[in-house]
């Protein structure tokens, strides 16, 4: 920490070292903050803001500490470490998320692989009418409206930013592989109903 | 609705008893019969299946309404059709009815492949969501020296479209409406139908009714498609043949080898009519029972 | 920190030490909590807890770290370093926070017509939790405090006169009756879930 101070202190301006300005700005924000805004309002390179905050977020876990930084739904922010979790609890009054069922898990991959996707589509693929569960998703913001199918109308759904926040995953691209679970050829197959 | 289990105590215990569990619609009985059976998809002893998919069917049968037990049915249909194709003596010539019959066993197991595919990940989901549920963001509120030097908050709407956002949120989330937009009407024409059929029954003289639908989109063309062999009946260019009731049909051609047959519109000219695919078809929308918000708002009281 | 994690292993259960149970505390309480709070419910010694929250705060000074443990008003919160202040001024000031989202405009429209509410309540209206939107809102100025429920205890909220200002009007009885925008018998229908 000081050490990485003490290198750039060379060739820059008096202040706070890289490091320090990123825990200080991630202090204040309620919301994941891209390593490209840090980058900006810091004025360095964004390789190196994303170097720094990587580092950070080792040496936090490496030496236990409570906190953890970590990217998650395309930006950095801080979050208390698993395995505080139950002491957290305690503090935390929203930390009770109820949990999803097995119809609304299901829902939630489909709009994931198939975004943006009808709920016709998504009935086909399930087999059953999934109208009910999706409206459930969409109230907990876990899905949201993107458009409507230029050909039949359909509204269409898309999977939010806060479903990546409670899965934890920094991006769309994050999902698990979808294809070791299918053969092949099976792309599609809905429509030839 | 996962995991619940009952057991239905009207059955007599000594001729059947079922411990029923609530499926996530047909695909996931499927899935469930063959893994229980320890059954690959791809092998699935078929006869043993069935009859457990019929059962099911059966012992909950009154229990559901037209959209999800014709979600069922068609499977069930699916199976029948495939079980009642491997009594029959093998090896004999391809025709047109065993391709129908291998293509919807293909792809019934495509889909099958398919779903559990997204239940795999389901599986996946569910484990992140619990493993993140250990771990709480920063939320706190911006310290005072630095609250003041936020952006000026932009609403973005003046009262009259304020007014309307409160509305919205005052008006309860769940409510059942009979949802229309996905209904997007995939039209078959029973004359279009009616053409079809003939230039086929020209050509083949006489046909089971099952392979001249094996090529239908979707339910609602073989309904079309039904009625159009009512129709041409009723012109009486075809004559029937069906050695029992619901036994296999067979169409023959009685008409002319050519000239037009124009089938009544009676039909078509109904701008709405009641050719849709059924499970498709608009009934109460449900609402899954664990996933209400209602139920939801109680955890995070104060 | 390791090493006092591993000099404690000997008389207490397994699970976070001491310290990085208060970091992960104190990284998501939303207001300064008091030694004796975290004394109680880590049930540990009132002076094992204020030293090893002293001990923290002069290692996040001497470290450089850019936040901050520090006890005001009686209660121990993190806070970014003096140092860092014009950073994260620049932070806030250039945020691209100025347009509300959907959910915080929603949580606000509750709040406007309901008040004085509790979260609570407008979680049950709304179907989803929004204590983090209240938060935000509170932080925007746009809503306060308002006393406490008598039955419940819940602290409710109300709108401010920075809000009137922001919407144009010139108080709470300008707002646009509701009725019309309403489907019939709808009105305190979140009173019966």
């Known amino acids: ?193 | 609705m996962a995991g619940v289990t009952e057991k239905r105590a009207k059955e007599p215990a000594d001729v059947f008893q079922v411990r029923l569990e609530v499926f996530e619609g047909p695909f996931d009985l499927l899935l469930g019969l063959i893994s229980k059976r320890k059954l690959d998809i791809t092998e699935v002893s078929l006869h043993q299946v069935t009859d457990e998919f019929i059962a099911y069917i059966r012992a909950r049968g009154p229990e559901w309404d037209l959209d999800q037990t014709s979600r069922f049915l068609l499977v069930a249909a699916t199976l029948l059709d495939l079980k009642a194709a491997r009594l029959l003596p093998k090896g004999e010539v391809e025709d047109e009815e065993d391709l129908a019959l291998l293509e919807a066993r293909d792809l019934l197991f495509a889909r099958l492949l398919q779903y559990r595919a997204y239940k795999e990940v389901a599986k996946v989901f569910s484990g992140r969501l619990a493993a993140e549920a250990l771990r709480f963001p920063r939320l706190v509120p911006m310290e005072a020296r630095f609250a003041g030097l936020l952006p000026v908050v932009l609403l973005g709407i003046g009262p009259e479209e304020f007014a309307k956002v409160a509305a919205r949120a005052f008006t309860p989330r769940p409510k059942p409406t009979v949802s229309v937009e996905h209904i997007y009407q995939p039209l078959a024409s029973v004359r279009d139908q009616a053409a079809i059929l003939v230039d086929r029954l020209r050509l083949v003289r006489s046909a089971t009714f099952r392979a001249l639908v094996a090529d239908c989109e979707g339910t609602y063309e073989v309904v079309a498609r039904f009625l159009a062999v009512l129709e041409l009946f009723r012109e009486g260019v075809v004559a029937f043949e069906q050695a029992e009731a619901l036994g296999e049909l067979t169409v023959s051609w009685t008409g002319a080898d050519d000239g037009d047959v124009v089938v009544a519109d009676d039909y078509d000219d109904d701008p709405r009519p009641a050719v849709g695919d059924p499970a498709l078809a608009a009934g109460p929308a449900r609402d899954d029972p664990g996933g209400i918000p209602g139920n939801t708002s109680s955890n995070h009281d104060e």
Chains 1, 3 share one sequence.
Request: negative net charge; hydrophobic residues 40%.
């Open chain 1, 1 to 193: 920490m000081l050490q990485e101070d003490e290198q750039t202190r060379h060739d820059e301006p008096p202040g706070p070292g890289l490091r320090t300005a990123l825990e200080a700005i991630l202090m204040v924000v309620d919301e994941p903050v891209a390593a490209i805004t840090l980058a900006q309002v810091l004025e360095r390179p964004r390789d190196q803001v994303i170097t720094a905050l990587r580092e950070l977020s080792a040496e936090y876990t490496v030496t236990g500490r409570g906190f953890d930084l970590r990217e998650v739904a395309g930006g950095w922010r801080f979050y208390t470490r698993d395995t505080c979790a139950p002491l957290v609890e305690r503090f935390v009054r929203d930390g009770q998320q109820a949990r999803l069922t097995q119809a609304a898990l299901e829902t939630l991959a489909v709009v994931a692989y198939r975004q943006p996707v009808s709920r016709a589509r998504v009935a086909a693929i399930r087999g059953v009418n999934s109208d009910g569960v999706m409206r459930t998703l969409a109230a907990r913001g876990l899905v949201e409206e993107a458009g409507s199918d230029p050909d039949s109308q359909a509204v269409l759904y898309r999977t939010t930013s806060y479903f990546l926040e409670r899965l934890g995953l920094r991006d769309l691209d994050e999902l698990p592989e979808l294809a070791p679970f299918l053969p092949d050829d099976v792309e599609g197959l809905e429509d030839q109903r």
